[in-house]
Nanobody
């Protein structure tokens, strides 16, 4: 599976962005998908995940109520809708995929990683 993320940019605090992650392969619907982010000088952080079997969604506490992960299996794409963006959301956002159903907030659960897309939120 190859993953291609897009949709990042420079926005002001309070604005919205939608990230997309397009996947190759015919078995996308059988992959749980996640978004992670990494800010300069910080470790990679889990942001959100969606489980392939039942579309259960998981979020880090800091984005709950503001971010929404979704998927369109017909388009082999997972999305991250980000609303009410804050300067602390500034990071490189990376999408990842895994066939597992468990531990989706843990980066080592993922086998496939896309390149990052930069999100910068100015105050």
């Amino acid at each position: 599976v190859q993953l291609q993320a897009s949709g990042g940019g420079l926005v002001q605090a309070g604005d919205s962005l939608r990230l997309s992650c397009a996947a190759s392969g015919r078995t996308f619907s059988r992959y749980s998908m996640g978004w992670f982010r990494q800010a300069p000088g910080k470790e990679r952080e889990f942001v959100a995940a969606i489980r392939w079997s039942d579309d259960s969604r998981y979020y880090v506490d800091s984005v709950k109520g503001r971010f929404t992960i979704s998927r369109d299996n017909a388009k082999n794409t997972v999305y991250l809708q980000m609303n009410s963006l804050k300067p602390e959301d500034t990071a490189v956002y990376v999408c990842a995929g895994t066939a597992t159903l468990l531990r989706l907030s843990v980066s080592r659960s993922y086998n496939y990683w896309g390149q990052g897309t930069q999100v910068t939120v100015s105050s």
